[in-house]
């Protein structure tokens, strides 16, 4: 079992910057890869970014985010971040950390069906 609690979401203008938290508890942290997704009311949840459990280098962005999201995770406090400048008003929604449990190599998948478990979300509005 993982549980996965995300912080750091709330309100900003456009162009400003969040940083999203997720702390993880359950099985060990380094074990399995992470990923960020998202949802916006009505749309199907996609994905945003994702980290394999070594992090380093093997990392993977959406496209409509990539240059301005950063993804990191920290082994040794079981957390992972999602740092998010730039933002604009379609980066509005619901954002989820979720975890990859099969351990196959050092990647990270950018596929929902491929996570086992997740957060309870955070919710962020940027403003125009």
């Known amino acids: 079992q993982v549980q996965l609690v995300e912080s750091g979401g709330g309100l900003v203008q456009a162009g400003g910057s969040l940083r999203l938290s997720c702390a993880a508890s359950?099985?060990?942290?380094?074990?399995?890869?992470m990923g960020w997704f998202r949802q916006a009311p009505g749309k199907e949840r996609e994905f945003v970014a994702a980290i394999s459990k070594s992090g380093g280098a093997n990392t993977y962005y959406a496209d409509s985010v990539k240059g301005r999201f950063t993804i990191s995770r920290d082994n040794a406090n079981n957390s992972m971040y999602l740092q998010m400048n730039s933002l604009k008003p379609e980066d509005t929604a619901v954002y989820y950390c979720a975890a990859d449990l099969r351990g196959y190599g050092d990647y990270a998948s950018r596929f929902r069906k491929d996570y086992d478990y997740w957060g309870q979300g955070t919710q962020v509005t940027v403003s125009s």
């Open positions: 359950g099985r060990t942290f380094s074990s399995y890869a």
